[in-house]
């Protein structure tokens, strides 16, 4: 049982006497900013409701599992959406944690790469843990109704999609008939929060209309969200994420909210009725964020690292300044910058947002609770903290491997596992385009410390990729890889190309052909084109300052690695 007290609301929308509500445990108040709007005056409220929330750490995720996606009545088993295999907490080994809308998706900034720095990354509205084998399955593949099958464990299917879906995909992921509304509300939630975002891929969402989703997405995820109603799981979710990260996904709350967005009720007005509540609200002080025991997992920190939170503080009718105490246990390692909160900013329709630094000075597990009262409250509003420090990891250099799987744009990254524990790798690739001239730095994560390969599908023929992998653990990077390069060709590694040899003299190399070989290129390990050469000749001396280069022939199948000292 929760010791905690939270009131049950009932939410009615009131469109033409229709109930369309459900029991949640909703703060009062929580949706009155979207209270009388339509189209995209609602979606854009939304958008600013739901992405103001607590960022939480990718190390913390597993802290926070037990509470969204266990079952009921078996709180120590995971709700796995995507197998039918049996998990357990404490015991989760071949799971990951799932972006339900793939993080290789976005791109927020348009020109940062790195999509581990944005709130998405760590959202629990669209992160479960899924089941490793369907995961890597389902791979970036946007959602779909399958024609004929790649993958199927009896709950995720993969495969070629039906006619008018997946987004010039060539493969969907189909989960099952009883999750499909999960997966439908979920997008809702992301196209509405995350709409400022800039997509990389267009497959299901798109850069250039206020809906943001695209319309055979629309007309998928709208009919699933009314062929699966939503469920006691999802409510039951909903109110534990929101203990979380303090936010909610209305999509839950009011389950036909999508139609006023996408659906049959375009154009009419959305209105928010809470039991006699209105928009203008005259009654006693309330806190509608954060609530009773929410409780902050930071996660695990290095010693002479820190982490920072961002607390929401939203109430109305508060006619007194709050006052806020850290307080019990370790409550000396967190830190606010404010002891009380003005009512002003607290009533806002933006809430105050409350930095919470956790700086550990021991190693160890570490708890505090921050207190909230006054305000005219009743009572107070007690937030529990939680952390743990641990000691600078040491990481070994990795050993990047040649790249697998070339065909046309797609191709394997692959690197050796690492010695220790780490969190993730991450993957820093350069894109070199002959005809242009340009060159592109990337960096990509992998979702755990466990992947040992990440797959590109974008490169074009006129380009050159290197990458190298270092690992991730705490806060640290490892000493970067050696660096792999694929050339234009295809082909990656180093290999005797006879009749050419190639050998290194002082400042430069000497080119040794018992036949004509064509033109060359020599490439610095950026993959930028150093040096082209309209035709080799035997004998041929060519100047080069010190550095490692690829030199590719014309006529050669592979190529040749120089080191020039």
């Known amino acids: 049982m929760k010791s905690y007290r939270l009131h049950r609301l009932v939410i009615v929308l009131a469109i033409l006497g229709a109930w369309l509500g459900a029991a949640a445990t909703i703060p009062a108040g929580y949706y009155s900013s979207l209270d009388g709007k339509s189209g995209e005056a609602l979606k854009n409220a939304i958008h600013d409701l739901t992405l103001r929330h607590t960022v939480l750490s990718y190390y913390s995720l597993w802290s926070y599992f037990p509470e969204t996606d266990c079952y009921p009545d078996n709180r120590s088993k995971v709700w796995d959406m995507y197998s039918d295999r049996n998990y357990y907490f404490g015991r989760t080994g071949g799971m990951n944690r799932e972006h339900s809308l793939p993080k290789s998706w976005w791109a927020p900034s348009g020109e940062n790469e790195n999509t581990a720095l944005y709130p998405s990354y760590t959202d629990l509205m669209h992160l479960y843990p899924a089941d490793a084998d369907a995961n890597s399955a389902k791979y970036y593949w946007p959602l779909g109704e399958v024609s004929s099958t790649t993958f199927d464990n009896g709950v995720t299917k993969v495969g070629s999609p039906l006619a008018g879906q997946g987004g010039g995909c060539s493969q969907v992921f189909e989960p099952d008939d009883r999750y499909k509304g999960d997966f439908a509300r979920t997008y809702f939630y992301m196209a509405c929060t995350y709409q400022h975002y800039h997509w990389r891929h267009t497959y299901m969402l798109n850069n250039s209309t206020w809906k943001t989703l695209n319309e055979w997405s629309v007309d998928l995820l709208c009919r699933w969200a009314r062929n699966d109603a939503v469920s006691d799981k999802e409510m039951d979710r909903n109110d534990a994420v929101q203990k979380c990260q303090n936010n909610r996904n209305p999509f839950i709350d009011f389950p036909d909210l999508f139609e006023y967005i996408w659906g049959n009720k375009q ?206 653990r705490l806060g640290y990077l490892s000493e970067p890889s050696n660096v792999i390069t694929i050339d234009m060709s295809g082909l990656t590694g180093i290999e005797a190309d006879k009749p050419l040899q190639v050998l290194t003299r002082d400042g430069g190399i000497l080119i040794k052909c018992s036949e004509a070989v064509g033109a060359a290129d020599i490439y610095d390990l950026s993959g930028r084109l150093v040096l082209h050469i309209d035709n080799v000749e035997n004998d041929m001396m060519i100047d080069l300052p010190r550095g490692i280069y690829l030199l590719t022939t014309a006529s050669g199948r592979s190529a040749w690695k120089v080191a020039i000292r």
């Open 267 to 472: 154009g009419q007005i959305f209105y928010v009725s809470e039991a006699g509540d209105t928009t203008t609200y005259d009654g006693d002080p309330e806190l509608i964020a954060p609530t009773q025991d929410t409780m902050l997992d930071f996660g695990e920190v290095a010693l002479g690292k820190s982490l920072e939170y961002t607390l929401y503080i939203k109430g109305r009718g508060l006619n007194n300044p709050l006052s806020l105490l850290l307080y019990r246990y370790d409550y000396a390692m967190f830190s606010i910058p404010v002891t009380s909160v003005s009512r002003v900013a607290a009533n806002s329709a933006e809430g105050y947002p409350l930095t919470i630094t956790y700086t550990p000075t021991a190693i160890g597990d570490h708890t505090a609770r921050l207190l909230i009262s006054d305000g005219g409250l009743t009572g107070s509003i007690g937030i529990e903290l939680r952390a743990k420090c641990s000691a600078v990891p040491t990481l070994s250099r990795l050993e990047a491997l040649p790249a697998t799987g070339i065909d046309g744009p797609h191709y394997v990254a692959n690197w050796k596992p690492a010695t220790e524990q780490v969190d993730y790798y991450v993957i820093s690739r350069i894109v070199y385009n002959k005809h242009t001239g340009e060159t592109k730095a990337e960096t990509f994560t992998t979702d755990d410390g466990e992947t040992t390969s990440y797959v590109f599908s974008d490169r074009m023929p006129n380009e050159t990729h290197t990458y190298s992998v270092q690992s991730f």
